[in-house]
Each structure stands twice: as C-alpha cells, then as structure tokens.
C-alpha cells in the first residue's frame, strides 16, 4: 500500500529558528508533492508544492527541498514566527491520478 | 470570492442512523474531492469526482458510504447505518480542472460524532 511516512510527530522551535519536516515515500508511483498548513478547525491549506524533476523551490520563508533518489521531501520554515504555529501535512499524488495520499502531520508550536 | 463550504459544521447523530454532509465547492471548480481525518491524523482520500461522475471512489471504506454530485456542483456524502468508528472530520475540497491546476481548496469540514 502506497505510504507517506511524516516525522517528527510534534516540533517545539523558538522564535526566528528553523523548523525542518520530513517525510518518505516508499515508491516512485507519485508526481506531485504539495505541503499543506492546517490550523485547528480549518481546513487545509496549500502551503507550497513541489514535483520530482525539481529538487528545491523556494516560495518566501518557506523552501521544500527533494530527494528524489532516497524517496524524500522536506519542508523548512525560515525565521519561524508563533503565527506559524499549525498543524503540517505532507502528500503525494498517484501518478496518473488525482489521489492524494497525506502524512500524518507535525503539529509545530512556536515559541515567541 | 467564496470558498468551500461544509454543512453542516458539526452533526451528532446516534449509531445506526443514516446522515447526509453537504459540500459547495468554489464556482467553476470541477474537481472536487471527499477526505475523512480522524483526530491526531492526516486527511484519507474517500472519493474523487470530475464533474458529475465519480472518477475514483477507492478510498470509500465500505458499502455504507456513498457520494453523489449529479449536477457537477454541490455534492453529498451519505453515510449508512453508521457506526462509533466513523467519528471523524470529513473534508471536502475542490479544484480546477485537471489541466488548468492541481490546487485543492479545501472546506472547513464537518466533524461528525456518532454516540
């Protein structure tokens, strides 16, 4: 069964740090890699997203970067702020599909 | 403009009943999507419709679980004989058509509680 395993479970950082999320997939059948920031009773919002022919994009404070040989993707937050403080999800997408397989999120808090 | 929209926002409803969760999506979206996210986790894709038809339903869990759209609009999850295990968020969400962008709008859920 097609997975997206998400770490780490929950993420303390202090105002103006870096917060880093990972996550790994455990086949090549995916082509598109959107990080979603979801705050308690919200939906979930599209933060950034990437595909696999790229292995860095950078939208503002937040950059994703992808590895496409060891099956993974991250997402780093520059100069953390306490608005940031949300619940993240990575998913993927079937190649050829319009299936979404999501992580199972990082809730980051953010110290100010 | 307007956004996804869910109703309703919550519904309490007694094991065995049968309940209906309604989703608007954006105007002109003709992609839209149902998710269910039980607390503590990530979204689970139930079913996926283009336009009025159900393009993949493999993520519903079992028979009681059917999604309509017959418009290509407005659609509706309808839950049968339901139980304690489907507690859960169901999220609805939607997106141009395939093609013209893969961004998916997400609603604010319903959060049903089965007692």
């Known amino acids: 069964q097609q997975q997206v395993k998400q770490s780490p479970q929950s993420l303390i950082v202090q105002k103006g740090g870096i917060s880093i999320i990972n996550c790994a997939y455990e086949n090549t059948a995916f082509d598109y890699f959107p990080w979603y920031q979801q705050f308690p009773g919200k939906g979930p919002a599209l933060l950034i997203a990437i595909r696999p022919d790229v292995s860095e994009k950078k939208e503002g404070r937040f950059t994703i970067s992808f590895n496409k040989s060891a099956k993974q993707f991250s997402l780093h937050i520059m100069d953390s702020q306490p608005g940031d403080s949300a619940t993240y999800f990575c998913a993927a997408r079937g190649t050829g599909t319009y299936k979404y397989i999501f992580g199972t999120g990082t809730r980051l808090k953010v110290l100010a | 403009g307007a956004g996804v929209s869910q109703t309703p926002s919550n519904k309490v409803t007694e094991k065995g009943k049968y309940v209906e969760l309604r989703c608007d999506p954006i105007?002109?979206?003709?992609?839209l999507y149902w998710y269910r996210q039980s607390l503590g986790q990530g979204p689970e894709f139930l079913i996926y419709?283009?336009?009025?038809?159900?393009?993949?339903d493999s993520g519903l869990p079992n028979d009681r679980f059917f999604a309509v759209r017959p418009e290509g609009s407005v659609s509706t999850l309808k839950i049968q004989r339901t139980e304690r295990g489907d507690s859960a968020v169901y999220l609805c969400?939607?997106?141009?058509?395939?093609?013209?962008?893969?961004?998916?709008?997400f609603g604010p859920g319903t959060r049903l509680t089965v007692t």
């Open positions: 969400a939607s997106s141009l058509r395939p093609g013209q962008g893969l961004e998916q709008y």
């Open positions: 419709f283009q336009g009025t038809g159900a393009a993949d």
């Open positions: 105007s002109g979206h003709t992609a």
